[in-house]
């Protein structure tokens, strides 16, 4: 599986971006997810979603303000991300995993998103 994250860019605090991960490559996929790396930081989970069932999961940090769906006619994964805080600052990366969230088999490339105050 192939994965191409895109949509980052720079917003101010309280704005919103839409990130976007295209899946390629016919090796299934149980679910998928984005995590992101703040500068000096280690990576952290943000969200996840099954591809089948919808079941989607939250960082607490995230709830509320991001939303991750997916278009499986396209698979694309996507990331609205609103209220926007600069802590949210972070290289985004999507992840695809086979069999469970626990483990991700495969991910994309970062997009960063800079949110400034």
């Known amino acids: 599986v192939q994965l191409q994250a895109s949509g980052g860019g720079l917003v101010q605090a309280g704005g919103s971006l839409r990130l976007s991960c295209a899946a390629s490559?016919?090796?299934?996929?149980?679910?998928m997810g984005w995590f992101r790396q703040a500068p000096g930081k280690e990576r952290e989970f943000v969200a996840a979603i099954t591809l089948t069932g919808d079941i989607t999961f939250y960082t607490d940090s995230v709830k509320g303000r991001f939303t991750i769906s997916k278009d499986n006619a396209k698979n694309t994964v996507y990331l609205q991300m609103n209220s926007l805080k600069p802590e949210d600052t972070a290289v985004y990366y999507c992840?695809?995993?086979?069999?469970?969230?626990?483990?991700?088999?495969?991910w994309g490339q970062g997009t960063l998103v800079t949110v400034s105050s």
């Open positions: 490559g016919r090796t299934y996929t149980y679910a």
């Open positions: 992840a695809a995993a086979k069999a469970t969230m626990r483990k991700y088999d495969y």
